[in-house]
């Protein structure tokens, strides 16, 4: 999954910035016991028009039809067997991804956040983000999902030279995905969020920088740059793309990206993402502030804190048919303990992603080992730079954010000292 979307809450509908599209302030977050970890929810939706070459997400090509009421019942049917297991309180946030949700139509959408806010409630401030591919653009669509309580698209872009999207396998054109931030923002969506990838075959920082000023140019809240990488399991990985830049040619576009970025409003708070002000994505940082999430869906994950600060890992099946019949069956989730020494690493493999970092009591509420645990390599990594030197905050500095690999592979080590 990616991390980054957020769920749509209530709000008025007339497109201005409502509770459910704020920031959330970080100190007030923390919470003093595993049972006020603030929860999310994920719903993993697994259907594409076509499998893109760099994906390493799970995702089917369609099919025929899909069944989406009879989806939709299982994804309530899962929530309903998580929810068996332990009551909840209501979630922050709802991200609904994929693969292409926005193949969807509004109806179904509906039917899955009203579904979820009556067994489990979504805070009145819920943030809902739901993920659309230009190419599935349709203006009523759009419309029905704002209807439904959509407060937040995310839009896979990628890029804005047609050449590139053809070398990338995607489904669109730049046309459609202009025409698709238009539909979107005529449909009442002010608070948006653009994917933009760089690195592609044959690009050079002008050309790098070209895409991020057209979708600069159309007026996203949030922006989501990042860099096309050759995932394991990919057609790209056994087959690389002719023409990718080099390691100084990444680096030169990079710095250029986030100083555009930034002379352009949007700040960087965390290793791909850029916001204005009021718009960082409030179901990634609970993500990375390390909360727990409820994952639904074929192939979903999720994180759960239990009673005693025992963090688990949940996973359904990736086949859309085989998740179908284990929540028919009303089989529970596979669950997974994380031992003290994952845990640890895992809470810095978050945590270090974001620019301001966490409060470092966090480390201790919401992973339940002594802050001692990491103070040794907490030390070193002062002593070489790499993180802030302040008592209660966990913070890379600059230069930690550069070398953030360098940084997370010293509390991986650390973790089992």
């Given at each position: 999954m990616k991390p980054g979307a957020t769920a749509p809450g209530r709000d008025s509908?007339?497109?201005?910035?409502?509770?459910?599209?704020?920031?959330?302030?970080?100190?007030?977050?923390?919470?003093?016991?595993?049972?006020?970890?603030?929860?999310?929810?994920?719903?993993?939706?697994?259907?594409?028009?076509?499998?893109?070459?760099?994906?390493?997400?799970?995702?089917?090509?369609?099919?025929?039809?899909?069944?989406?009421?009879?989806?939709?019942?299982?994804?309530?049917?899962?929530?309903?067997?998580?929810?068996?297991?332990?009551?909840?309180?209501?979630?922050?946030?709802?991200?609904?991804?994929?693969?292409?949700?926005?193949l969807f139509d509004g109806s179904a959408i509906g039917a899955l956040i009203d579904g979820i806010d009556r067994r489990l409630g979504l805070a009145g401030d819920a943030e809902i983000t739901l993920e659309a591919n230009p190419g599935t653009a349709e203006a009523g669509r759009f419309a029905d999902y704002r209807a439904a309580g959509v407060n937040r698209l995310s839009i896979g872009v990628q890029s804005l030279d047609d050449a590139r999207l053809a070398a990338l396998g995607r489904i669109h054109d730049a046309a459609e995905a202009v025409n698709a931030v238009r539909m979107a923002r005529a449909a009442?969506?002010?608070?948006?969020?653009?994917?933009?990838?760089?690195?592609?075959?044959?690009?050079?920082?002008?050309?790098a920088l070209a895409d991020l000023r057209g979708v600069i140019g159309l007026e996203p809240t949030h922006v989501s740059w990042y860099q096309l990488t050759l995932e394991p399991n990919t057609w790209f990985h056994h087959r690389p793309p002719p023409?990718?830049?080099?390691?100084?040619?990444?680096?030169?576009?990079?710095?250029?990206?986030?100083?555009?970025?930034?002379?352009?409003?949007?700040?960087q708070y965390e290793v791909s993402a850029y916001a204005r002000d009021g718009f960082r994505c409030r179901h990634n940082l609970n993500y990375w502030g390390f909360g727990d999430y409820l994952g639904i869906?074929?192939?979903a994950h999720g994180k759960r804190t239990l009673p005693g600060h025992a963090v688990v890992?949940?996973?359904?099946?990736?086949?859309?048919?085989?998740?179908?019949?284990?929540?028919?069956?009303?089989?529970?989730?596979?669950?997974?303990?994380?031992?003290?020494?994952?845990?640890?690493?895992?809470?810095?493999?978050?945590?270090?992603?974001?620019?301001?970092?966490?409060?470092?009591?966090?480390?201790?509420?919401?992973?339940?080992?002594?802050?001692?645990?990491?103070e040794a390599t907490r030390a070193r990594a002062v002593a070489r730079g790499l993180l802030a030197d302040v008592h209660d905050r966990i913070a890379p500095t600059p230069l930690g954010q550069r070398f953030l690999n360098d940084l997370l592979i010293m509390f991986e080590r650390g973790a089992d000292e």
């Open positions: 509908g007339d497109g201005a910035l409502n509770a459910s599209t704020r920031d959330p302030h970080p100190s007030s977050m923390a919470p003093e016991s595993a049972a006020q970890i603030p929860m999310s929810v994920y719903v993993h939706v697994p259907w594409c028009i076509r499998k893109c070459p760099y994906c390493d997400f799970n995702s089917h090509a369609v099919q025929g039809d899909i069944d989406q009421t009879g989806y939709v019942q299982a994804l309530l049917r899962d929530l309903d067997i998580q929810l068996a297991e332990r009551p909840l309180a209501p979630a922050l946030s709802l991200f609904i991804g994929g693969g292409t949700p926005s009442g969506f002010a608070n948006m969020n653009l994917d933009l990838m760089y690195g592609l075959p044959g690009q050079d920082v002008t050309t023409g990718l830049p080099d390691d100084d040619g990444l680096a030169d576009i990079m710095d250029a990206g986030q100083v555009l970025l930034a002379e352009s409003g949007f700040a869906g074929a192939g890992r949940t996973t359904r099946p990736r086949q859309p048919r085989v998740y179908r019949e284990t929540v028919a069956r009303g089989e529970p989730a596979q669950i997974a303990q994380v031992s003290p020494a994952d845990l640890a690493a895992e809470f810095m493999l978050n945590a270090l992603r974001l620019n301001q970092g966490v409060p470092a009591a966090w480390f201790t509420a919401r992973t339940g080992l002594a802050e001692a645990r990491i």
